[in-house]
């Protein structure tokens, strides 16, 4: 079964420090994309970061990096100068392939990140 | 601007009662989802449609219908068939042949 698995339900980084948070997950797969969505007190699903699974290079997006590590199907994220608007849920995702065609999501359970000022 | 919008933002079912959850995008985007979120999961799939006139179904189908009539729109309806509809509804939109789901604020649906 294809699986993402989040294992620390809640974390918590004084503000301007660095955090990271855990994502492992299950496929046989080959060819994937994995995400991070943020879900702040509003709800609403805002995507952070994506990587392809054929890349080598870890993906960046200004303060927000990832670790990628395809052999142990691990996909941590690294929160760099964290800020009080970084407060939010955070999702793992990994996409597959689904009736032989479009994309689906497959969902961590989320963590939970408190910035602490 | 571009985006996913969805309506309402809160909901009230009765008991028996068919409810309809609208999302429309404006991003051209030729795929879009349905969602929904219970606490503490992730997001579960129940519906998706790649292009007009043709959906599938996702994970959780049961108790929920969908139609696809126009590229923009795609309407959920909770059937009295889903015996417990409290959840957070969210519709996403994707590029086809493109990974990335983009989603729109949400639904929260709560039963009466």
């Known amino acids: 079964a294809q699986t993402v698995t989040q294992s620390q339900p809640e974390m918590s980084v004084q503000e301007a420090e660095t955090v990271t948070l855990s994502c492992t997950y299950d496929?046989?797969?080959?060819?994937?994309?994995l995400f991070w969505y943020k879900q702040p007190p509003s709800r609403q699903m805002i995507l952070v970061i994506r990587?392809?699974?054929?890349?080598?290079q870890n993906a960046t997006e200004n303060r927000f990096s990832v670790n990628f590590q395809k052999a142990a199907k691990s996909f941590s994220l690294k929160i760099s100068d964290s800020q009080l608007g970084d407060a939010a849920m955070y999702f793992c995702?990994?996409?597959?392939?689904?009736?032989?065609?479009?994309?689906?999501?497959?969902f961590g359970t989320g963590t939970l990140l408190a910035v602490q000022p | 601007d571009g985006g996913i919008t969805q309506s309402p933002k809160y909901l009230f079912r009765k008991e028996g009662q068919n409810v309809t959850l609208s999302c429309e995008q404006n991003?051209?985007?030729?795929?879009m989802y349905w969602y929904r979120q219970d606490p503490g999961q992730g997001l579960r799939l129940i519906y998706y449609?790649?292009?007009?006139?043709?959906?599938q179904k996702g994970d959780i189908a049961e108790g929920y219908s969908v139609s696809r009539e126009k590229k923009e729109s795609f309407p959920l309806t909770v059937t009295s068939a889903q015996k417990n509809p409290t959840a957070f509804y969210l519709c996403?939109?994707?590029?086809?042949?493109?990974?990335?789901?983009?989603f729109g604020p949400g639904t929260r649906l709560l039963v009466l």
């Open positions: 996403a939109s994707s590029i086809w042949g493109v990974e990335t789901q983009y």
């Open positions: 496929t046989s797969e080959s060819d994937y994309y």
């Open positions: 990587q392809e699974a054929y890349k080598q």
């Open positions: 995702a990994y996409n597959v392939i689904y009736g032989g065609a479009t994309n689906k999501l497959i």
């Open positions: 991003l051209n985007h030729d795929a």
């Open positions: 449609s790649q292009i007009v006139n043709d959906f």
